[in-house]
């Protein structure tokens, strides 16, 4: 039972994190109009998607699922339509590296590449592009277009606010909340309950973060704030204090209980009825330095003959069948007359 | 062919003579490449004759002879080219590998019951931190940035993994001065810091006997790694490479069921580590990049730090002695011994306390701060690390 419980505790660790990774990925920027923006590996100017990794472990996006939704067609369960792209698993190149970013081409047409998918962004009816999980129903990111939104030739839209990525806040519902909603309501729920908002870009930014001003390195930050370092001293010594007070407290409290735990010890163990305090169990410097150096002697004479001696025997053996040639050598086959 | 048919087999000689002599070290030589092999046998010098940290002074004046070696660029066997092995090797300083590693030996063969009996040692070693951030003014007043400074100011940690640590991280340029200078000053401890014990303390302090340390349980030592991790990682996660396997090799060691990885640890594995890390830094200080104003100003501030440091410990002891009932008190000759500098500035204690009375052995009581300052150095490492990274 308890292996059990082990291996369960293991195996949900290991899920946990398998699946942490591919939740770091958001859906960053969509240009749905390109004019004159950047062009594919083929020289033409297509609408693209860019996928962004918030985390610091790489994340293969292999087997997830890029996707659009329609807002005027509908699907047999009555839900707005979803055209599905599956990102196949067979390209390196799907793998994301720790704060990395993929473009994926929207021509609607797939046989060009991993990078292109099979649906294209320029279609007036494109309210959301969605990114799914391996098993094509779990959302990771969604990113949804205003109402009325009319796109404008080689404006991108994105998501800003990297300074707040790492408390990424992905709406989640209880498994019996999600039963109860139909697919465009999880959908409209989860894209009107995100953090960050998508949103007109200054500049476009494909492929590079989506922050446009100069960023200044945090140590400069602090030397702005603090241009004589006294900030730093106080605060830093502080908390080197608070450190090392912490465990001088524990320590203290602990070792008055253990001092107390031996006192009782010794008394029940000599048949005492009152404890003993630390201070009669205690020797003094002098004490404790005689003992030690006696022991010391004690066991230098102890050896001092037995570890310079060394016994060399000579061991004869005559015969092992580990070195036995007639074991080593194959046998000469014995030729059959008839 | 036709060139040596024409120009004859002398001119063919020659000519190759001359490009050998183009790839030597003599062809090469700087000023520089001779001031910073002369460096590296002071080094030798100090370590071998005067036996002042050869562990880590013979490896890294070794390092700073090979690394000082003139050669022409692009032949793939200097420290900064890419696929040399000695840049294979530099790696795990780069990357902050070999720090960590060197602490888990550390943690393996230090003993922390001295602090465990006495904890209040604990505030020492935070005490003498004060060399850190005295230093890291110091250096921004000097023009430096604020990641450098914080780089310069651990020089004051008096802790070579940690310097290394922490310069590989906020300011890989300055890092081979940073780490020379932390060692040297390190080797130099018994100069450093007796003229400072004495300055700062009076005769009467100086003969302070203090009381013999309790004797620790098992349970105790064993506590005191897991509390320690959690207390210190908790309050300063960007500690954690360090004071993590600092906590690991004493957990090892004293939980008593790890005696082969624990003698490992602080066995052939410190023992490899210190090699690389010594060669490695040693070699990294190529004159090209160490023969700097930055460098010289490192190394003036590096002095400075521990000098503020030993001040700091010294003080804070005296400080504390005003709460503290007769019998109770601290000798301020062990105050010198939170600067960290296992276990140099310990003995440096020992020596100066023997100095005035021949039966006050202060060397036991000096290794609670000098281990705290192991920790304290780590946090304040973590902080700056979390500050300025």
Known sequence: ?338 | MMTFLEGGFGAFIGQNLQEFWGFTGFANATWGHLIMICVGLFFLYLGIKHKMEPMLLVPIGFGILIGNIPFHDGMQIGIYEEGSVLNYLYFGVKNGIYPPLIFLGIGAMTDFSALISNPKLMTIGAAAQLGIFGAYIAALAFGFTAAEAGAIGIIGGADGPTAIFLSSRLAPDMMGAIAIAAYSYMALVPVLQPWIMKLCTTKKERLIRMRPPRPISKSEKVMFPIIGLLLTCFLVPSGLPLLGMLFLGNLLKESGVTKRLATTAGGPLIDIVTILIGLTVGASTQATTFLTEKSLLVFAIGAASFIIATFGGVMFVKFLNLFLKEGNKINPLIGNAGVSAVPDSARVSQEIGLKYDKTNHLLMHAMGPNVAGVIGSAVAAGILLGFLG
């Not at chain 1, 053996?317 to 580990?322: C, E, H």
Request: neutral net charge; contains cysteine; hydrophobic residues 40%.
């Open chain 1, 1 to 338: 039972m308890k292996k059990l419980s082990l291996f369960l505790i293991m195996a949900l660790c290991g899920l946990g994190l398998s699946a942490q990774g591919v939740l770091n990925v958001r859906i960053n920027e969509v240009l749905v109009c390109n004019d004159n923006d950047i062009v594919d590996d083929y020289g033409e100017c297509q609408s693209w998607i860019e996928l962004f990794n918030t985390g610091y472990e790489r994340v293969n996006i292999g087997g997830c699922y890029l996707g659009i939704r329609y807002a005027d067609r509908f699907d047999a369960q009555g839900n707005k339509l979803v055209k599905k792209y599956y990102i196949p698993r067979n390209n390196p190149n799907t793998s994301i590296e720790p704060q990395g970013y993929r473009l994926f081409f929207c021509e609607g047409n797939d046989e060009k590449g991993t990078f292109y998918t099979n649906f294209t962004l320029e279609d007036a009816a494109v309210d959301m592009v969605i990114l799914y999980n391996a098993n094509g129903k779990d959302v990771i990111s969604v990113f949804k277009f205003p109402a009325g939104y009319q796109p404008q030739p080689d404006e991108a839209w994105g998501i800003l606010g990297n300074a707040e990525i790492e408390s990424k806040l992905f709406p989640t519902f209880s498994r019996s909340e999600r039963r109860q909603m139909t697919d465009d309501q999880y959908l409209d729920a989860v894209a009107a309950g995100l953090l960050y908002k998508p949103q007109p870009m200054q500049k476009n930014t494909p492929a590079a973060t989506n922050e446009i001003g100069e960023v200044v390195p945090r140590h400069e930050v602090f030397r702005q704030h603090d241009p004589a370092g006294g900030v730093m001293a106080v605060t830093a010594m502080g908390v080197v204090f608070l450190a090392l007070v912490a465990i001088f407290i524990v320590f203290k409290v602990f070792g008055k209980i253990m001092i107390g735990q031996t006192n009782r010890k010794e008394a029940k163990h000599k048949g005492e009825s009152a404890v003993v305090t630390a201070k009669d169990t205690s020797y003094s410097g002098e004490e404790v330095a005689a003992i030690a150096m006696a022991l010391r002697l004690y066991s230098e004479d102890l050896h001092v003959k037995e570890s310079t001696v060394i016994t060399i025997n000579h061991v004869s053996r005559l015969y092992s069948p580990w070195s036995s040639k007639i074991h080593g050598i194959t046998t000469v086959p014995e030729k059959k007359n008839r």
